[in-house]
């Protein structure tokens, strides 16, 4: 079974960069579809960015657009969030999560089924 350890979360304040890991073991990490997801105090867990199996096709939710970059590197089981001119509105505990496909990216929580355990991040105004 594969599974997921976050790190590169943290403070900072708002129009800085953060770039957030996501480690893979137990599997084979280039079979599986990719996704990034946040979830702040009284809101629903939501998407940010996903990832085909290759790298080559992504996903962005449409409040990050242009600020972040998902990509991934299956020779380091590893996939990236580069988070830039970060808002106090980014701030949330980011998700990692792994579906096994090598068909395309998946945008929703339910079509998920292994997750980190996630790791906070804090943007001050």
């Known amino acids: 079974q594969l599974q997921l350890v976050e790190s590169g979360g943290g403070s900072v304040q708002a129009g800085g960069s953060l770039r957030l890991s996501c480690a893979a073991s137990g599997g084979t990490f280039s079979a599986y579809a990719m996704g990034w997801f946040r979830q702040s105090p009284g809101k629903e867990r939501s998407i940010v960015a996903a990832?085909?199996?290759?790298?080559?096709?992504?996903y962005y939710a449409d409040s990050v657009k242009g600020r972040f970059t998902i990509s991934r590197d299956n020779a380091k089981n590893t996939v990236y969030l580069q988070m830039n001119s970060l808002e106090p509105e980014d701030t949330a505990v980011y998700y990692c999560a792994a579906r096994l496909s090598r068909v395309a990216v998946f945008r929703t929580s339910a079509e998920y089924n292994v997750w980190g355990q996630g790791i906070p991040v804090t943007v001050s105004s």
């Open positions: 990832v085909n199996w290759s790298g080559g096709t992504t």
